[in-house]
């Protein structure tokens, strides 16, 4: 069956970096749109980043745009999210998410059809 396992959350100070991972089972990566997608407590789930499934075209939210990268390796099966100078504002459980197979890219979570069960990245002094 579909599953995607995302690692590599931690704990990290303000200004550092992590890099989490997307292990994809299942289905082939390299035919579907990845997301990332975070939570904070008390707030709505918001966009982060994507990559699209045909020219692995990469999207972003403003908030972490130039900060963040996306990327995949579709013979390992899995997505990276390399994230860089990190802030107290990036804390929140990252979600990785697969799209519904014939919609154009967006951040727009209704249009992910199967998720992760998240990893918790929270930066703090």
């Known amino acids: 069956q579909v599953q995607l396992v995302e690692s590599g959350g931690g704990l990290v100070q303000p200004g550092g970096s992590l890099r989490l991972s997307c292990a994809a089972s299942g289905f082939t990566l390299g035919y579907y749109t990845i997301g990332w997608f975070r939570q904070a407590p008390g707030k709505e789930r918001e966009g982060v980043s994507c990559?699209?499934?045909?020219?692995?075209?990469?999207y972003y939210a403003d908030s972490v745009l130039g900060r963040f990268t996306i990327s995949r390796d579709n013979t390992e099966n899995t997505v990276y999210l390399q994230m860089n100078s990190l802030k107290p504002e990036d804390t929140a459980v990252y979600y990785c998410a697969r799209m519904h197979f014939l919609l154009s890219p967006s951040l727009r979570s209704e249009q992910y059809d199967y998720w992760g069960q998240g990893t918790q990245v929270t930066v703090s002094s």
């Open positions: 990559i699209s499934r045909s020219d692995g075209k990469t």
